[in-house]
């Protein structure tokens, strides 16, 4: 940062000789915006434009500060600017599909995607991200099946396409996230598609395989006083995944474990995860390329390597493939199959999963003791009793919170939403709106068609802080799951205030927190539902019976310690650590 400040001062003397040096002015844009001052960027890029108005470059810069400052409909403005002046532009025609696609244009987003692959016909990548498109606000269930056809059908293509070439350096989507949102097994898809990858990879791994140091075999372990035990993300930051495994980090029993935590090259650097860093053995951050994540890996001559978010990024499916460690894990960071043999175990819990959970798995599935697969630590909680005014609520009325991102809610969920509506017709629905508002816009227009009852009665709040969202919840009279892909995080935060949650209980892990950790906090009055109509009627009978939402509440708050802290998980996983390595090295013996 320093660095862009001296090239920044730099520039400034050079153009006080120079005003008019286009691509002076645009290199100090860019440096602008890299140091997050986006609005003297977007003057220092009009500058650029006053001195040349067909400027390609200016228009492309502008886009993606547009992008920068979540404003992805003024970035497709200026990106179509720039692909006016240069239409075969690939970089440009796959930033606007980017921002399409994540605005869940789907069909847009294709044709660019399309173009794009023109330019570099073998490029995966590019072959890929034209077919391989799941909607993050879908509008219907109907556009669902129709994008996972589309994306059966893209595997097949690839892998019957001759010559193609996974470059690590084009950009890809993280193509496998959403479909986890859909209520589908998804274990054969996600094997189908890391197989093609590991395909496609399996030339650049030989070649790293063979620069290894040939003394090193990476899957034997040596007997040593310490299981070193590596986390990797590149979300350990501000970030739910750092809530979800803070507590075991922390509590890892250091005279057993040396704890690494590794950070991918765009980890954001924040307080969060200087807290982190200072609660382990030692800090790693990986490079952008291969070759360098490769060797720093096996540098460490880790025993355990924890993937905690496989899935959530373009190329992190790369990394199991490496084989970095002898045994690889993953867990409840990513509620769902990795899909990668390579990976040796997912960890859950006996209580969370259904009975025929181990089909549901690549993985071998661990289900240690208990029904939550996390320590969240209650000290994270930060609460200031704040009115419903605060928020700009009718102080007296019911309100129903539906408090979670919108690609959650699936258009089934829209259905019961309007029926407790039309059952409750005095009742609010409050929803927190997304970092984009285009795609608040898309939730609210699928809303007004599944659910007009419910719509007429939504309130939409602006994003908020955590100590904000934790009041926010305690106002509400009771808070609603989605169904299919249910509450993880939020489970805890609403258990902290004691709102009731009225959840579905469903086939998968990621529609089971909250009613496993109903049970573990012994709620006799669990608004737990089997079904689609017993979740609308749970929902009916708290709304009209106020003392029992009071009953409920009070038996959160009374019990909710019981979810909090549990260091019995870190001890059961410990024994599950101790117990798997000790079975490698008596195989390697």
């Excluded at 496998?176 to 990858?197: G, P, Q, V």
């Excluded at 399996?202 to 372990?221: G, N, S, V, Y």
């Excluded at 939504?458 to 799951?481: P, Q, S």
Aim: hydrophobic residues 40%; charged residues 25%.
């Amino acid at each position: 940062m320093e660095k862009d400040r001296q090239a920044l001062e730099t520039l400034e003397k050079h153009l006080s000789l120079n005003p008019t040096n286009v691509e002076a002015i645009l290199l100090k844009g860019e440096i602008q915006s890299n140091l997050d001052d986006h609005l003297s960027a977007i003057r220092t890029f009009g500058d650029a434009l006053a001195c040349d108005p067909k400027c390609c470059k200016a228009f492309t810069n502008l886009g993606v500060v547009m992008v920068r400052l979540n404003q992805p409909e003024n970035a497709i403005i200026y990106l179509t600017k720039a692909l006016d002046l240069e239409p075969d532009s690939q970089i440009n025609l796959h930033r606007k599909a980017q921002i399409l696609f994540n605005l869940s244009r789907i069909n847009e987003a294709r044709s660019y995607y399309t173009e794009a692959h023109k330019s570099d016909l073998k490029s995966a990548a590019l072959f890929l991200n034209r077919f391989l498109l799941v909607p993050g606000i879908p509008a219907s269930t109907e556009e669902i099946d129709t994008c996972r056809e589309v994306f059966e059908r893209g595997l097949e293509l690839a892998e019957k396409e001759e010559g193609l070439v996974l470059d690590l350096d084009q950009d890809s989507l993280p193509h496998t996230f959403s479909l986890a949102y859909h209520n589908k097994n998804d274990r054969l898809l996600l094997e189908r598609y890391i197989n093609l990858m590991r395909q496609l990879a399996a030339p650049l791994l030989e070649r790293l395989r063979q620069e290894r140091d040939p003394q090193t075999d990476i899957r034997k372990l040596e007997k040593s006083d310490r299981i070193r035990i590596g986390f990797l993300s590149q979300y350990f930051n501000k970030h739910s995944n750092t809530l979800a495994f803070e507590g075991l980090i922390q509590h890892l029993d250091r005279s057993l474990f040396e704890v690494h935590l590794i950070h991918t090259f765009n980890s954001k650097k924040d307080d969060w995860r200087d807290r982190l860093d200072s609660i382990s053995d030692n800090s790693i951050l990986l490079t952008k390329d291969l070759e360098g994540i490769n060797k720093t890996l096996c540098s460490l001559n880790l025993d355990i390597l924890f993937f905690t978010d496989i899935g959530m990024n373009a190329y992190d499916f790369l990394f199991p493939l490496l084989e970095a460690a002898p045994i690889q894990l993953t867990g409840w960071g990513i509620p769902h199959t990795s899909g990668i043999t390579e990976v040796d175990y997912y960890i859950s819990c006996d209580k969370l999963e259904p009975r025929d959970a181990d089909d549901l798995y690549t993985e071998t599935l661990v289900k240690l003791p208990g029904g939550i697969p996390c320590c969240f630590i209650s000290d994270t909680l930060e609460y200031t009793n704040l009115p419903r005014e605060y928020f700009i609520l009718p102080p007296s009325a019911t309100l129903i919170g539906c408090l979670q991102s919108f690609h959650k809610l699936h258009p089934d969920f829209d259905f019961i939403l309007e029926d407790i509506a039309i059952r409750n017709p005095d009742v609010g629905f409050v929803f927190v709106e997304d970092a984009f508002a285009a795609r608040t816009k898309l939730f609210l227009e699928r809303l007004s068609r599944n659910a007009p009852t419910a719509y007429e009665r939504c309130i939409t709040l602006a994003l908020m802080n955590r100590a904000e969202y934790h009041a926010l919840c305690a106002c509400m009279d009771i808070l609603l799951d989605p169904i299919y892909y249910g509450s993880g995080i939020t489970f805890f935060e609403a258990s902290f205030v004691g709102t009731p949650i009225v959840t579905l209980e469903g086939r998968y892990l990621r529609s089971r927190v909250v009613a496993c950790g109903y049970r573990e906090m012994e709620i006799e009055d669990k608004p737990i539902a089997s079904s689609k109509e017993e979740y609308v009627e749970i929902a009916t009978s708290l709304v009209k019976n106020r003392d029992r939402r009071i009953s409920i509440r009070e038996s959160i708050l009374k019990n909710n310690h019981r979810v909090f802290n549990r260091v019995d998980y870190v001890r059961s996983f410990e024994r599950f650590c101790l117990s798997a390595v000790e079975e490698i090295q008596n195989i390697s013996r």
